[in-house]
């Protein structure tokens, strides 16, 4: 049986920190439904899209990834999102946490 891998990276990797395959390609999914609501160009599904980009975020931190996972995740499927917009948002994500910033 093969392995999958997510990004290039087989998904048992210590890259992941134990989490979940099914976790890791729900961050993907996120980012997709991100992509496909910022397509649209009336601006109407944009909050879908920031909410579907503040989940994967979330979820980032949650399993504690590095910029290495991240960027892996984000490069698994063609993404509208870019990988700036994505890290801004996970960054965003951790210092509301931590400081007590609302979102």
């Known amino acids: 049986m093969t392995e999958v891998s997510i990004g290039g990276i087989v998904a048992s990797a210590p890259l992941w920190n ?3 395959e099914a976790d890791l390609l729900a961050i993907v999914e996120s980012l997709s439904r991100a ?5 649209d ?4 599904e ?4 920031g909410a579907c980009m503040a989940s994967a975020a979330a979820e980032c931190n949650r399993l504690r990834l590095s910029f290495s996972a991240i960027a892996a995740l984000h490069s698994h499927k063609a993404q509208l999102v870019t ?3 994505f890290m801004d948002a996970v960054l965003k994500d951790a210092r509301k946490t931590k400081e007590g910033i609302k979102p």
């Not at 992509?35 to 397509?39: G, I, K, R």
């Not at 944009?46 to 899209?49: E, F, Q, V, Y």
């Open 46 to 49: 944009w909050g879908s899209a």
């Open 35 to 39: 992509s496909y609501h910022y397509a």
């Open 41 to 44: 160009d009336g601006g109407k």
């Open 83 to 85: 990988l700036s917009d």
């Open 18 to 20: 134990k989490a979940p």
